[in-house]
């Protein structure tokens, strides 16, 4: 229950903070105003997808293309190259991806611990391990997973890059050829960095070291009212997807039985809901089509739970989590275009699409390079993992009796859709948005094929995912151009590849097939790890920098960050010269979705300061930090004041709000009045014992304290009490015109209170309370006045005056 509360409280009214992070980038660009805004930000990520990586794909490309040379300095050595859509952006870069390393109780560091203990497995429930501090020097370690010691005087907390012994560039080796193998990020770590600029550890998904909560930039999104997207090729609660629309603190958490929320998929669906998700992950052996014994090992619905699943596939209009449901099955790919086609954010329309090849690890068919399939239904981790003499590679598929091998391919491609036409089927929905959209489109299983020492597999996938880039870029020029559009290509980490000097001879001579299953790195011109005697030397990331290729509305943001550092816990940590970091694609994005460009930033100061719009500050998508003493900011004098950032200091501050206004109280007791706003206001308590007065269709939280919540006549208010002991006065005097919304009433510590109840009637014996699915009503004459969410009827008692307070 805790942790329901966290997240509930953490995503309906923190989900649109305003990040310090983009204060910080206009005082690195020395201007006032960011003029970046983009209607729509698309972010691609290759999942392991390194320079390395690019460039084998891309020379492949070039080849198919009719491009001839022997040599890779026929093709090219450096810099963004040639032969792949991404590679057409206007803009290049490289970026660092390191995340934490934290020791454990024996004294040894690794980049899998959070600062937390462990001692309990819910997400931020285990008290902070003895006597952590964080300390933002480097501490790169001395294995895979960090490895360093306490006791040979190890510290620091950030793994860090060195470029000299790193390589300042990947074309540049560096002095040290095993130290990019040291204390490498997963996909974890570094979405959740790319999503919210945080550093954290290795497994965190949307969560910082300390398990808290992190707002991702789909949060931010669906803030202000955009519409949100989440494409991959992999299962959709893979890390990459799920760290930006969950907050959990191991990556393994992908599911499980409602209603609990210590789980990817389940806040996606449930908390975060992002218009359209579209993926992996189907559980492939259903009970409407089983497979025989013994043809798949049984996949006990790793990725999604059999309760998910029976209510998703046996409702896939009216299901729980109100989505549209899609699964694989006959001609997917026409049954999603039709559907998206017919979908509408506008209305409210929100699009799942679930599917997966048999024997294919919850991924979408693989095409290998010449496009073939042939691949497709073989263990994702055969090759490396059984390399040498006494290999097993996978060669057969899960077949049903009688079904051949060409018909096992056809029919998984009927019944898949390509990342490409997920694509374009997110594009179709999200584009019908007129507030825009944010988009995050993963090439998911790059990354298994880079972990597999897989060639063939590498390039068919790169190709794959570059397809979808091509598709973006088409849409992007017939939607707006880049003056309302970004798009960011990236990779999330980079794995060990060396491509040698003779590798498009080899690829030209012998196919990408030969190059896969030949064992001698010799014969296949390529090697994975340090050692270019052996082609199976390693087979998962490194801590090299990776490529990003960017075009549109606020990349001048990304440019500006070249060299420069980012804040890591209360610490300015420094830049490398000539690289970006990962914390800076997120600025960048940051800047770019939530119209940094209008509106001015005002400062207060320590004495108590009072700020009236249309007086002190424009109203107007202004940004306000009140700083210390008792302040007081009014944004409902001035009738046309809207979308303004409230972060208020360490005083007693009151806010009066307007219209989609965000307000986050500091430490002290704070006033939020909402009496004469317009609606769509987000407030947030944050410390301290704060009175909330909420108008019409506003949501507020209440965060640590004894809060209070007073509702006016207009109602539709989305409230969470979170920590304390809280008071929710549902009626003031008047009756709601609407129903209020309370999630987290906690029996026995909050109460629900009627202020003018005698005037009006209301009493023990005049109220109603009804049990509607798992929710309680509260209703007076037939008009339901709140609805208590996750509340069992049986549980209250009118009577009681430690649940219910008439005055």
Do not use: C
């Not at 509260?778 to 649940?803: C, E, H, P, R, Y």
């Amino acid at each position: 229950m805790i942790l329901y509360l966290k997240i509930i409280s953490f995503v309906l009214a923190v989900v649109i903070f305003f990040h310090p992070l983009a204060f910080k980038i206009s005082q690195q660009l020395n201007i006032g105003r960011l003029p970046f805004m983009a209607k729509n930000v698309i972010i691609m990520i290759g999942d392991g997808m390194g320079w390395e990586m690019a460039r084998t794909a891309a020379i492949y490309k070039q080849i198919q293309d009719g491009k001839t040379g022997a040599t890779l300095n026929d093709f090219y050595t450096k810099g963004e190259g040639t032969g792949l859509n991404f590679q057409t952006l206007t803009g290049y870069g490289l970026v660092t991806t390191y995340g934490t390393t934290i020791a454990d109780s024996n004294g040894v560091f690794s980049t899998g611990n959070s600062a937390l203990d462990g001692t309990d497995p819910d997400t931020g429930e285990s008290p902070v391990r003895a006597g952590f501090q964080f300390n933002p020097a480097f501490n790169p370690g001395t294995t895979a997973s960090g490895g360093a010691k306490v006791s040979d005087g190890a510290v620091g907390n950030l793994v860090g890059y060195d470029p000299i012994k790193g390589g300042i560039n990947p074309w540049t080796p560096g002095t040290d050829r095993e130290y990019i193998k040291n204390s490498y990020p997963d996909s974890a770590n570094t979405a959740t960095t790319l999503y919210t600029g945080v550093k954290s550890y290795n497994n965190a998904i949307g969560v910082d070291i300390f398990e808290d909560p992190l707002e991702s930039i789909l949060a931010t999104a669906t803030g202000i009212g955009k519409s949100t997207g989440l494409v991959s090729s992999v299962p959709i609660d893979h890390a990459t997807p799920g760290a930006a629309a969950a907050n959990v603190n191991r990556r393994n958490k992908y599911d499980a039985d409602f209603p609990s929320l210590d789980n990817i998929l389940q806040q996606e669906l449930r908390v975060y809901q992002p218009t359209v998700i579209l993926g992996g992950g189907h559980p492939l052996s259903t009970p409407g089509d089983p497979l025989p014994v013994g043809v798949e090992p049984n996949t006990s619905n790793e990725f999604i739970g059999k309760d998910t699943y029976k209510e998703l596939s046996t409702k896939p209009t009216t299901n729980r989590y109100d989505y549209t449901f899609l699964e694989r099955g006959q001609d997917a790919a026409q049954k999603l275009a039709d559907t998206a086609a017919t979908l509408d954010p506008e209305k409210g329309d929100r699009l799942l699409g679930l599917y997966g090849a048999r024997g294919q690890n919850g991924n979408l068919p693989v095409s290998s390079a010449n496009g073939d399939y042939s691949t497709t239904g073989l263990d994702m981790f055969s090759v490396f993992a059984n390399q040498g003499d006494n290999a097993k590679v996978d060669t057969k598929r899960p077949l049903k009796p009688g079904e051949t091998d060409a018909q096992f391919i056809a029919t998984e491609r009927n019944q898949n859709p390509t990342l490409n036409d997920l694509t374009k089927a997110a594009l179709n929905v999200l584009g019908k948005d007129p507030d825009g959209f944010w988009l995050m489109i993963e090439g998911g299983d790059i990354d298994w094929s880079a972990h597999d020492d897989n060639i063939d597999n590498l390039i068919g996938t790169t190709l794959d995912f570059d397809k979808s880039v091509g598709s973006v870029i088409d849409w992007i020029n017939k939607n707006g151009g880049w003056e309302e559009n970004l798009l960011i290509v990236t990779a999330d980490h980079d794995h060990y590849l060396t491509l040698n000097p003779e590798f498009p001879t080899l690829l030209q001579t012998k196919g990408a097939q030969a190059l896969t299953d030949l064992d001698k790195s010799s014969e296949v011109g390529h090697y994975w790890g340090s050692d270019p005697n052996v082609k199976y030397g390693w087979g998962s990331h490194s801590n090299r920098p990776v490529p990003v290729y960017y075009q549109g509305a606020g990349s001048e943001v990304l440019d500006s960050l070249v060299g420069k550092g980012y804040e890591a816990y209360g610490y300015q940590i420094p830049g490398i010269q000539g690289l970006n970091d990962q914390t800076h694609i997120y600025q960048t994005m940051l800047a770019s979705i939530t119209e940094a460009d209008q509106g001015k930033l005002v400062s207060g100061t320590v004495a108590g300061e009072t700020l009236i719009a249309g007086v002190d500050l424009g109203g107007v998508h202004d940004t306000v930090f009140t700083g210390a003493g008792n302040d007081e900011v009014d944004l409902s004098f001035y009738n046309n004041a809207r979308q303004n950032r409230i972060n208020t200091g360490s005083g007693d501050d009151i806010i009066y709000v307007s219209r989609k206004d965000r307000a986050f109280g500091g430490s002290g007791d704070d006033i939020f009045d909402a009496t004469d706003a317009q609606g769509g206001n987000r407030l947030s308590g944050g410390d301290g014992d704060d009175i909330f007065y909420l108008g019409k269709d506003d949501r507020a939280s209440g965060g640590n304290g004894n809060d209070k919540f007073y509702v006016q006549s207009g109602g539709g208010n989305l409230i969470v009490g979170d920590a304390g002991a809280d008071q929710f006065w549902i009626v003031s005097t008047e009756l709601p015109a609407t129903a209020n919304t309370i999630v987290d009433f906690q029996i026995g510590i909050d109460v629900i209170g009627f202020l003018g109840s005698k005037s009006l009637g209301i009493s023990a014996s005049t109220l109603k309370l009804n049990q509607v699915g798992d929710n309680t009503d509260i209703a007076f004459n037939g008009k339901t006045l709140a609805v208590l969410n996750d509340i069992q009827a049986s549980s209250l008692n009118l009577n009681s005056s430690s649940q219910f307070v008439f005055a």
